[in-house]
């Protein structure tokens, strides 16, 4: 909330500079958005008196002035406005002068005529008509007093101020005011707070004469406070109120819409003046609008009301949304003769409700939204009409009209001084939390080792201890709290088996040169498609965000490829030449769409590569060792992947279900996604696989016995899988075979069309002897014959 | 006979001492030692002399022939040493060159600087527990004393799903997972994924993390937090760092404090970095509210507790130095490599 520092003066003592006072505040609990020192806004700006006007000689709408702004010799500035005479006062920038504006002025020629500064319209010194009279004429601002020339124009214009902008956490809603704030910087300075008391005259005549109001929902309007007054002098507001008003944002409009506008202002209850004369039937009924009504608002907007809403209505029409916006057919005009004042209480999540169900967001309803105090319409009004007294901007009827369903009673709570010290960690002294309390408006009195606390009705967030020992403890000083630690029985912490085996797999994936990467979870609507997955792909079932930030943003991500194949992009159109990348996230996966409940996230692990030496079997040994980290033996087939190369995609099924799939990148969707070379991505559903844990190693004594090395060359089909041959081998090697590894493949010269020559290299070791040709000669002949049965024979 | 061998013994020396190469020397053992060689061919005319002379010259022949045989074992052993030395000379490298290495990657910074953490808290007893990204209305807000309508959902704009399925504006929804399932003494962290309907620019991101802490036990202090912090910032800051509690607001916990620490940049001097005030605000942080202690059934007569929610995201980017929070999502390689 922004105030004005000297408005706030009016209402306590303030004997530090506005910076130091922004600091205290600061550490009782108050941020400070900006403070704005207006005096810094303006510099080198001073009354001017013309004395002599002279024609420019090269210009036919230029104008040389002499002016007189109170040093020895006038000062020469050229014009091109056409509102200036000689004896006129104007505001004069002189050399090196700063305007509101941000422009700095310095002296110059205007066409060959020396110009020492610039004569200011109210548009250059940011002011309108409403903080000068004449600020809003076209041409130079022309001063409606004659100034000692000289005199600087900060003090003609009130600019020795500062506004500033407190945070008020949604816990105070009593310091959305100018009461609130002070009431805090008295206690905070430790000077007098002076709570203006509102008295006024009436003249007599009754107010049941002219009104009646009915509340038909106590429920949503526990109190509705109704004032009347006659024969109104519509008429501009003084100076002072004008400031206080713009400093914290509203426009001034006249004497009684800113009475209501500022009393709101200074006391956090929100006002309304109705036109009498547009009150039908005399009568004020506060009641839930009938479903489908209809109103318009000040802001000429009409809108459809539903059942649940609150409207303040006469006897035909509703005039107002409750706490929101008044109604355009009951607002007060120059020809208002008699007004009908309302301060009420409004609950405020039917406020907050009805305020975003309209769409419609006012200084009334955010103070309404965040909690009024009951006992406060009746001081709020009657200020109100203290200020039309005072003003003498109407004759005030006798009577109040007060509906309300009981006031609450004062609350009071009981706090063991020992407690909160044991909450606090600290000591203080009893008596100190009872002066702390007091000086906050909370009368608290000493029993025993007990605080009783009368709680004010303007703090209904105090309920517990824990709120009083806040209020204690941000007076008291946060600087008190000195760090500790723990004293309690010492615990061991832990990490969860998944985020083990997360740690596992990122040491494993960085020492292959992996770079993690992070991308944020919810993707564009169409990025999925760009897959080109078919349809009925569970991929494609995503979770919308129902209020995303914008299109590229709206869909929870169902599979990491897309984002994994972004940032791949990015990075080889950055001219990175070769990366590899991973990323460890969720999918999104709907249990049931539209959703009825919590998705399952699923954790993925997304590989991505590309550059110099990658190619479809660097991306399967990555997996590979993936699936080794979490202890999977999985068996490799072709996959059927819409994104992924039909000759170069994989995936790893274990137990009939595919944990990972993997290959390289489709050049149809590179292209979508702007690749300019071949990239290689893999999803590893970890989710899957997480429960694998690496069983304990149990040692195998190293062998005694030499190894034999026996290489096999075979001629195969071209189409016959490499990984199946391995198979064959591993199978019919038997126990005797200690490893089989593949040394050339070749296709081409020597080898008959569409047959390949593929050539193993076998280990076999026996444990108990040393193999004799015999044994090898047998396991050999196995392995061949098995092969040759495959299609696979020896090459001669 | 016997000049014969001599003039051997001299002729063989002198070549062998003239040889330039294994292949040469190897040449002079076949031309005198070889099955055809010399001193066998000498040991052939050898029937032709008298028996007394016969072993004198056998004698000799063999002394000869060791003598030669010694020659040739000491021109190879020269040689193999030159070649050695030749050798090594010829395998200089120039140890300027930088070594080759394969590269390494590296983890994401915000997830080395959470690994930090949870090593940090680990330490100090905390679990490390998750809970899911996609929360209801219940855990999120009314748990955690923010009921429907109530002003302070104001302060966390949040992305729905459905009415009342939600991304989670804050870790702090594990919080109360973690009361209904465990009974204290509870100290644990919870690290995750939050979302804000924030527009992005350089220090918002609609998707960030926070390190969720919870302490619940009897006697639990707001000393203790302040304890607690002051262990997790001079690990993560340096041993000067200092902690500064701030009064603020949050609903699930009274007291409530903003928490900052001393700028590392200017040590509290006041800089670009810490725009001058001397400090970063890193956290929000409080003592546990009664209301959301008895809602997850503890007796807050009974126990107490503090509560934390660090920004990863800016702790990492205040350590790092890192100007714009959204090279953390951009992912440029030559960012990445950087740590």
């Known amino acids: 909330m922004k105030v004005s520092l000297e408005h706030l003066k009016s209402y306590v003592e303030i004997n530090v500079s506005a910076e130091e006072l922004c600091d205290r505040m600061v550490m009782a609990g108050f941020e400070v958005e900006e403070a704005i020192n207006t005096a810094e806004t303006m510099k080198n700006v001073v009354v001017g008196k013309i004395l002599k006007i002279t024609p420019h000689e090269n210009s036919d709408h230029l104008l040389i002035c002499q002016i007189d702004v109170g040093a020895d010799e006038p000062v020469q500035i050229v014009t091109g406005a056409d509102n200036v005479f000689e004896g006129a006062y104007v505001p004069a920038a002189l050399n090196n002068s700063l305007l509101p504006n941000g422009m700095n002025i310095k002296s110059g020629k205007l066409r060959g005529v020396a110009s020492n500064g610039m004569l200011c319209s109210g548009g250059e010194l940011c002011i309108t008509e409403e903080d000068y009279k004449g600020a809003g004429v076209n041409g130079i601002l022309i001063l409606n007093e004659e100034y000692a020339p000289g005199t600087d124009m900060r003090e003609v214009l009130g600019l020795n101020d500062w506004i500033i902008d407190f945070k008020i956490t949604a816990n105070r809603p009593d310091c959305q005011s100018f009461l609130g704030i002070a009431r805090e910087i008295g206690v905070v300075l430790g000077t007098e707070f002076k709570l203006p008391v509102p008295s006024f005259e009436t003249v007599g005549d009754d107010i049941n004469n002219y009104m009646q109001v009915e509340v038909k929902n106590f429920d949503i309007c526990p109190r509705y406070i109704g004032r009347f007054v006659k024969n109104l002098k519509i008429g501009p507001s003084p100076e002072w109120m004008k400031r206080a008003l713009k400093a914290s944002g509203m426009r001034s409009i006249n004497n009684i819409v800113d009475i209501t506008n500022f009393v709101m202002l200074e006391t956090g209850q929100p006002l309304h003046a109705f036109d009498y004369s547009d009150i039908k039937g005399s009568k004020i009924i506060v009641r839930n609008a009938t479903e489908g009504e209809k109103i318009t608002t000040l802001d000429d907007k009409e809108h459809t009301l539903s059942s649940e809403m609150l409207v303040i209505a006469d006897a035909e029409s509703p005039s107002c949304l409750a706490g929101i916006m008044g109604g355009l057919n009951s607002e007060i005009k120059d020809t208002t003769k008699n007004l009908f004042l309302e301060s009420a209480k409004f609950r405020r999540d039917s406020v907050r409700r009805t305020s975003r169900a309209v769409g419609v967001r006012t200084e009334s309803s955010a103070r309404f939204e965040r909690g009024t105090d009951i006992m406060n319409t009746e001081y709020a009004s009657n200020r109100a009409l203290q200020l039309i007294y005072e003003l003498e901007a109407g004759e005030i009827v006798d009577g109040v009209l007060d509906v309300n369903n009981g006031l609450p009673a004062e609350r009071e709570l009981i706090v063991s001084v020992q407690k909160i010290n044991a909450l606090l960690g600290l000591n203080i002294p009893a008596e100190k939390m009872v002066s702390i309390l007091n000086s906050l408006h909370i009368p608290t009195t000493m029993i025993g080792d007990t605080l009783k606390c009368k709680i004010p009705s303007f703090r209904d967030d105090i309920e517990y201890m824990a709120d009083i020992a806040e209020e204690v403890m941000r007076i008291y000083g946060y600087d008190h709290i000195v760090g500790t630690p723990i004293n309690a029985a010492v615990l061991r912490g832990t990490l969860t088996k998944e985020r083990a085996v997360d740690d596992s797999l990122k040491s494993l994936l960085t020492a292959n040169g992996m770079y993690e990467i992070a991308t944020y979870s919810f993707i564009g609507s169409h990025t999925t498609e760009m897959l080109d997955l078919p349809e009925g792909d569970s991929r494609l079932n995503y979770i919308k965000i129902l209020n995303p930030l914008g299109d590229e943003y709206s869909v929870m991500r169902t599979q990491l490829v897309t984002s994994m194949l972004t940032v791949i992009s990015t990075n080889m159109n950055r001219k990175n030449a070769d990366a590899r990348f991973f990323e460890i996230s969720k999918r999104f996966v709907p249990k049931a769409l539209p959703l009825v409940e919590q998705p399952n996230e699923l954790k993925t692990l997304a590989l991505g590569i590309y550059g110099d030496g990658e190619d479809f079997y660097t991306l399967k040994g990555l997996v590979e060792q993936v699936l080794k980290t979490l202890n999977t033996t999985a068996h490799f087939e072709r996959a059927d992947e819409p994104y992924l190369h039909p000759g170069r995609a994989a995936k790893a099924v274990v137990g009939g279900k595919t944990v990972a799939v993997f290959g390289e990148v489709h050049p149809t969707t590179a292209d979508k996604f702007d690749l300019n070379a071949r990239a290689y991505v893999a999803e590893i559903y970890l989710d899957m696989l997480s429960e694998n844990e690496n069983p304990l190693v149990i040692y195998s004594p190293l062998p005694k016995f030499p190894a034999v090395s026996r290489d096999l060359a075979l001629l195969c089909n071209s189409e016959t899988p490499v990984g199946d041959l391995l198979d064959i081998i591993k199978n019919a090697g038997g126990k005797l075979l200690e490893n089989v590894s593949i040394f050339d493949i070749y296709e081409g010269a020597q080898i008959p069309e569409g047959k390949k020559s593929v050539a193993f290299n076998l280990t076999l070791r026996s444990p108990e002897a040393t193999l004799t040709d015999e044994q090898i000669e047998t396991v050999m002949n196995r392995v061949i014959k098995k092969l040759d049965a495959a299609g696979a024979e020896l090459r001669r | ?339």
């Not at chain 2, 994401?108 to 940090?120: A, E, F, G, V």
């Not at chain 2, 700028?263 to 003592?287: D, F, T, Y």
């Not at chain 2, 790092?320 to 490599?337: A, C, G, Q, T, Y």
Request: charge should be negative; charged fraction near 30%; aromatic fraction near 6%.
């Open chain 2, 1 to 339: 006979m016997q000049k014969k061998l001599e003039e051997i013994r001299v002729a063989a020396k002198n070549a062998l001492a003239a040889a330039e190469d294994a292949k040469a020397v190897d040449d002079l053992r076949v031309q005198y030692l070889g099955k055809k060689g010399e001193i066998t061919a000498i040991l052939k005319q050898m029937g032709s002399l008298s028996a007394e002379e016969r072993p004198k010259m056998g004698q000799l022949a063999n002394e000869v022939r060791a003598d030669i045989e010694a020659e040739i074992a000491s021109a190879l052993s020269v040689m193999k040493e030159k070649a050695l030395k030749l050798r090594l000379e010829k395998e200089r490298v120039d140890v300027s060159i930088p070594g080759t290495v394969s590269e390494l990657g590296s983890l994401h910074p915000l997830n080395s600087t959470l690994n930090k953490l949870i090593d940090i808290f680990k330490s100090m007893g905390f679990d490390v527990v998750d809970g899911p990204e996609v929360e209801t209305d219940y855990y999120n807000f009314e748990a955690l004393n923010v009921p429907a309508d109530h002003p302070a959902r104001d302060m966390q704009d949040t992305f729905y799903l459905t009415e009342n399925i939600l991304l989670r504006t804050q870790t702090s929804a594990t919080q109360i997972r973690t009361m209904e399932k465990r009974k204290p003494p509870i100290r644990m962290i919870c690290p995750g994924r939050v979302y804000r309907s924030d527009d992005v620019d350089a220090t918002h991101s609609p998707v960030f993390h926070q390190v969720e802490g919870l302490v619940i036990d009897k006697g639990i202090t707001m000393c203790d937090l302040k304890g607690t912090l002051e262990t997790m910032a001079k690990e993560i800051y340096g041993s000067d760092t200092k902690v500064k509690f701030r009064p603020s607001f949050f609903p699930f916990t009274e007291p409530s404090v903003e928490v900052d620490v001393s700028c590392s940049e200017c040590g509290g001097k006041g800089c670009r970095v810490c725009k001058g005030s001397g400090w970063i605000e890193i956290l929000g942080a409080g003592m546990v509210h009664p209301k959301v202690l008895e809602g997850c059934g503890i007796d807050p007569n009974e126990y107490s507790g503090f509560a934390f929610g660090i920004g990863l995201d800016r702790l990492t980017t205040t350590r790092h130095k890192i100007s714009d929070i959204r090279l953390l999502f951009e992912n440029d390689l030559r960012f990445l490599k950087q740590f």
